[in-house]
């Protein structure tokens, strides 16, 4: 199937071939992000200072995640989106069909200049990052959630819960709070029990759920009340408390932890100001302004080096938030993605 949409994404490269050059030239760089308070820090940290420095000019867009988008894109020969960020699945998925540029590594200061899962043949690890419990401590005073069977306990925390509308770190989070540790989550999903039982589990929380499919959407969640809790990455909400005034609180324990990355998309008619904005973020005299605007862990090694230490708070890089952390485990869900998401789906549905 994945050599089909190959050979679907090089048919659409060609139909790209012959039209963007026509369609394209006067259209900037488009770089394309998650929205909110991260991209609003993406741009504070590099996308201005960028365009400043060199000339280029460049616009952004949102969106919302999933390989599905970028596929129908560039075998439709849509090629108005250029730089990407994804996730780590979307990455080895696209790599696989052909949607993606593979980058010229050398031109990035070299595969050993980067933390290890942030090197890949297709995409360079843009931020380190994770989803953890989140609550506002105005309406949850005293001690509040701390652990996942915590977040499932809504006799002691009354209220609706918030969660991504995905299968994905939804089935490990009711794992670890049907008591599964952390570091077997994933021998568990990849059995059909395991995978009975967490649903089990959500059937408990369920009518209690609030989906959602922004993380850009959580902060206005919580603070208008309609949820208690929400699963959240925790830059969101700490930029909140510095620019609202706001008192959201989190928890790692049990966080999930995963690299976004940056790829330049295999139909892009700018591959080469594309790659020239790729260096200008990945440099670490660059790279460490961006925990400045929004807390987030950092992929460059003389980056994270460099950084003030203060700056690693609540993020991924403090080894304090990792004594029960989970890495994402993205070629499980490469493998089983499509099967639980018609799942998921399914028992949305009842």
Same mark, same amino acid.
């Given at each position: 199937?994945?050599?089909?949409?190959?050979?679907?994404?090089?048919?659409?490269?060609?139909?790209?071939?012959?039209?963007?050059?026509?369609?394209?030239?006067?259209?900037?760089?488009?770089?394309?992000?998650?929205?909110?308070?991260?991209?609003?820090?993406?741009?504070?940290?590099?996308?201005?200072?960028?365009? +400043? $420095?060199?000339?280029?000019? *460049?616009?952004?867009?949102?969106?919302?995640? #999933? %390989?599905?988008?970028?596929?129908?894109?560039? &075998?439709?020969?849509?090629?108005?989106?250029?730089?990407?960020?994804?996730?780590?699945?979307?990455?080895?998925?696209?790599?696989?069909?052909?949607?993606?540029?593979?980058?010229?590594?050398?031109?990035?200061?070299?595969?050993?200049?980067?933390?290890?899962?942030?090197?890949?043949?297709?995409?360079?690890?843009?931020?380190?990052?994770?989803?953890?419990?989140?609550?506002?401590?105005?309406?949850?005073?005293?001690?509040?959630?701390?652990?996942?069977?915590?977040?499932?306990?809504?006799?002691?925390?009354?209220?609706?819960?918030?969660?991504? +509308? $995905?299968?994905?770190?939804? *089935?490990?989070?009711?794992?670890?709070?049907? #008591? %599964?540790?952390?570091?077997?989550?994933?021998? &568990?999903?990849?059995?059909?029990?395991?995978?009975?039982?967490?649903?089990?589990?959500?059937?408990?929380?369920?009518?209690?759920?609030?989906?959602?499919?922004?993380?850009?959407?959580?902060?206005?969640?919580?603070?208008?009340?309609?949820?208690?809790?929400?699963?959240?990455?925790?830059?969101?909400?700490?930029?909140?408390?510095?620019?609202?005034?706001?008192?959201?609180?989190?928890?790692?324990?049990?966080?999930?932890?995963?690299?976004?990355?940056?790829?330049?998309?295999?139909?892009?008619?700018?591959?080469?100001?594309?790659?020239?904005?790729?260096?200008?973020?990945?440099?670490?005299?660059?790279?460490?302004?961006?925990?400045?605007?929004?807390?987030?862990?950092?992929?460059?090694?003389?980056?994270?080096?460099?950084?003030?230490?203060?700056?690693?708070?609540?993020?991924?890089?403090?080894?304090?938030?990792?004594?029960?952390?989970?890495?994402?485990?993205?070629?499980?869900?490469?493998?089983?993605?499509?099967?639980?998401?018609?799942?998921?789906?399914?028992?949305?549905?009842?």
């Amino acid at each position: 199937m994945r050599g089909f949409f190959r050979l679907l994404a090089l048919a659409g490269l060609l139909v790209a071939t012959a039209s963007c050059s026509r369609e394209n030239d006067g259209r900037p760089l488009t770089v394309v992000g998650w929205g909110g308070s991260s991209q609003e820090a993406h741009r504070r940290a590099y996308w201005d200072s960028f365009t +400043r $420095t060199t000339g280029v000019r *460049l616009q952004e867009d949102t969106w919302h995640g #999933g %390989v599905g988008v970028i596929r129908t894109r560039v &075998v439709g020969g849509d090629t108005s989106w250029d730089v990407v960020q994804v996730e780590t699945e979307d990455l080895i998925l696209g790599c696989e069909e052909g949607l993606f540029e593979p980058l010229e590594w050398s031109s990035l200061g070299g595969r050993e200049a980067f933390i290890p899962t942030a090197v890949h043949n297709c995409g360079v690890g843009a931020m380190l990052w994770s989803y953890l419990i989140g609550w506002d401590g105005d309406r949850i005073q005293g001690e509040g959630p701390r652990t996942w069977a915590d977040f499932w306990d809504v006799r002691r925390f009354p209220g609706r819960r918030g969660m991504r +509308r $995905t299968p994905k770190y939804t *089935l490990e989070f009711a794992l670890m709070a049907d #008591g %599964v540790p952390a570091n077997q989550v994933y021998a &568990v999903l990849r059995t059909p029990a395991g995978i009975d039982r967490a649903f089990r589990k959500l059937d408990e929380l369920k009518p209690h759920i609030v989906w959602w499919s922004s993380i850009s959407q959580v902060p206005d969640l919580l603070g208008s009340g309609e949820v208690a809790m929400s699963v959240t990455s925790p830059g969101r909400l700490i930029v909140a408390n510095r620019t609202e005034g706001r008192n959201f609180r989190t928890s790692w324990d049990g966080n999930i932890y995963a690299v976004d990355y940056w790829v330049v998309l295999a139909n892009s008619p700018h591959k080469a100001e594309a790659m020239q904005l790729l260096r200008y973020m990945t440099r670490p005299e660059n790279q460490v302004r961006l925990p400045q605007f929004i807390p987030t862990g950092l992929t460059s090694r003389r980056a994270n080096e460099i950084v003030d230490p203060r700056l690693k708070l609540d993020t991924p890089s403090d080894p304090r938030n990792m004594t029960n952390a989970l890495e994402l485990d993205a070629n499980f869900w490469v493998e089983y993605g499509d099967q639980l998401t018609q799942r998921f789906n399914a028992w949305l549905a009842r």
